[in-house]
């Protein structure tokens, strides 16, 4: 179900119970600013979640409100994920939901990086 990219944060949203360790992820990063762990249903042979450790809802929220330094940490553990997993030879995707119109299901704001397999163009 879609969510609102702009409504109030929810601590009970799942990405927050995954923060707080009520609920457990297979993790593949994690520094002071960023935790970034597999999808649990993938839509490529790689599928990394990583999402900044503050509460904001969506990149809207994110963008306006996160520190240089925070928004930079995001960037830079995006990339060093992408390294580690072997992915810059073959390939990867970035993206991220903003909104219901964009199928943002988490009401708060993560990465989606796939790779490890040609990915479809994105419809015209």
């Not at 960023?34 to 963008?63: E, G, Q, R, T």
């Not at 925070?70 to 994920?81: F, H, K, R």
């Not at 708060?108 to 419809?123: S, V």
Request: proline share 9%; charged share 20%; glycine share 8%.
């Amino acid at each position: 179900m879609a969510v609102n990219g702009t409504g109030p944060y929810d601590p009970e949203n799942i990405f927050a119970k995954i923060l707080r360790g009520d609920i457990p992820c297979k993790k593949v990063f994690e520094n002071e600013w960023v935790l970034a762990f597999y999808d649990i249903a993938p839509k490529a042979p790689v599928h990394v979640l990583i999402i900044p450790k503050k509460p904001y809802v969506s990149f809207i929220d994110f963008n306006k409100t996160a520190s240089a330094q925070e928004i930079a940490a995001v960037m830079q553990a995006a990339g060093q994920i992408a390294h580690d997993l072997h992915l810059e030879e073959s390939g990867y995707r970035i993206i991220t939901n903003a909104g219901q119109n964009a199928g943002q299901e988490v009401p708060h704001f993560h990465l989606h990086l796939l790779g490890g397999k040609a990915l479809p163009p994105f419809p015209a």
